[in-house]
């Protein structure tokens, strides 16, 4: 029974994030992926494989140290990413926007892992097209 129960929470942390909505100060809905009052990522478009993705990060608070991460399913290794915190605005009374470039090599299901000062603050977990 608990062997069972790792196998289902291992592989549900690598389930596709829902889409969420959340309203900016202007009163405009954005659509975003990840976890809402945690971390998500602005979604216009899916990312596509080998291809730039000019998007931004939307935290739910004003953090002075983050980092981001790249994990692909099945690899060990993440990849960093360093986020200008110089670049980050109000989105709405709770949420702050940050623009973020990121590059996937392959197509499949990644993980973006944000961090500040080394603490794990949200995830996102999205798929690449190819």
């Not at 959340?22 to 971390?39: H, L, P, S």
């Not at 990522?41 to 730039?52: C, F, Q």
């Not at 990849?79 to 926007?97: L, P, Q």
Request: proline content about 2%.
């Amino acid at each position: 029974m608990f062997i069972g129960n790792g196998v289902v929470v291992k592989n549900e942390e690598w389930r596709e994030h829902a889409l969420i909505q959340v309203e900016d100060r202007n009163g405009t809905i954005g659509i975003f992926q990840g976890e809402e009052q945690k971390a998500a990522i602005a979604y216009d478009n899916p990312p596509k494989e080998k291809e730039e993705y000019k998007t931004s990060l939307l935290v739910w608070d004003k953090y002075a140290n983050l980092e981001l991460s790249l994990k692909k399913k099945g690899e060990e290794q993440a990849v960093r990413i360093e986020a200008s915190d110089s670049e980050c605005s109000r989105y709405n009374e709770e949420a702050y926007s940050v623009p973020v470039t990121f590059y996937f090599e392959e197509s499949g299901l990644w993980k973006i892992i944000v961090e500040n000062d080394d603490e794990v603050i949200g995830e996102s977990v999205l798929e690449v097209k190819k």
